[in-house]
T-cell receptor, first 112, second 114 residues
Framework: NAGVTQTPKFQVLKTGQSMTLQCAQD?????MSWYRQDPGMGLRLIHY???????DQGEVPNGYNVSRSTTEDFPLRLLSAAPSQTSVYFC???????????FGSGTRLTVV | AQSVTQPDIHITVSEGASLELRCNYS??????LFWYVQSPGQGLQLLLK??????LVQGIKGFEAEFKRSQSSFNLRKPSVHWSDAAEYFC????????????FGQGTTLQVKP
């Protein structure tokens, strides 16, 4: 049982490039979320999903897109990378509203 | 707007001493509350959660937390800290039950002195 798997673990992008951060879970969880973690700011919610085909914006959605075509996968797309998007990104999932989230190990993204 | 505040950015305790990490939330209804721990370079691990019922909840690694509605607080405690407890601790709240929006505080870094 792999849990929540994020790829890649590290990535360096140039300003203006696009990329997709992958997130997959094998626990059949309905709820999935993307967070970014920056020093002194805790984790801030980017986008979340309560099931396949359903997504919504979190606290800091600008510059990011998501889709949820399957229960297992919840990719995060950076449309045109900016240095302000340098951060550690975490994907998380949970089976329902009365459960805590299980987190992936993170993707460290640097935009130069 | 709903929010979570952890007043202490950094705390240092001696090994074997007791620990209390503070968390305050701003939310009208009874919230769903969580504490997570993050070791350096790692993801987050759930320590404990509160949804309803007994206001004192037990978690993993010897941690407990108490929900106090009158103070809008959910403080994390441990009677005797071990060096391995050095990490960053996050309090979090589900803003509304059926949306899954989990909002985090800024975190408290715990340093343990030998």
């Amino acid at each position: 049982n792999a849990g929540v798997t994020q790829t890649p673990k590290f990535q360096v992008l140039k300003t203006g490039q696009s990329m997709t951060l992958q997130c997959a879970q094998d626990m059949n969880h309905e709820y999935m979320s993307w967070y970014r973690q920056d020093p002194g700011m805790g984790l801030r919610l980017i986008h979340y999903s309560v099931g396949a085909g359903i997504t919504d914006q979190g606290e800091v959605p600008n510059g990011y897109n998501v889709s949820r075509s399957t229960t297992e996968d919840f990719p995060l797309r950076l449309l045109s990378a900016a240095p302000s998007q340098t951060s550690v990104y975490f994907c998380a999932s949970r089976p329902g509203q009365n459960y805590g989230y299980t987190f992936g190990s993170g993707t460290r993204l640097t935009v130069v | 707007a709903q929010s979570v505040t952890q007043p202490d950015i950094h705390i240092t305790v001696s090994e074997g001493a007791s620990l209390e990490l503070r968390c305050n939330y701003s939310y009208g209804a009874t919230p769903y509350l969580f504490w997570y721990v993050q070791s350096p370079g790692q993801g987050l691990q759930l320590l404990l959660k509160y949804f309803s019922g007994d206001t004192l909840v037990q978690g993993i690694k010897g941690f407990e937390a108490e929900f106090k509605r009158s103070q809008s607080s959910f403080n994390l405690r441990k009677p005797s800290v071990h060096w391995s407890d050095a990490a960053e601790y996050f309090c979090a709240v589900v803003v509304s039950g059926n949306t899954g929006k989990l909002i985090f505080g800024q975190g408290t870094t715990l340093q343990v002195k030998p």
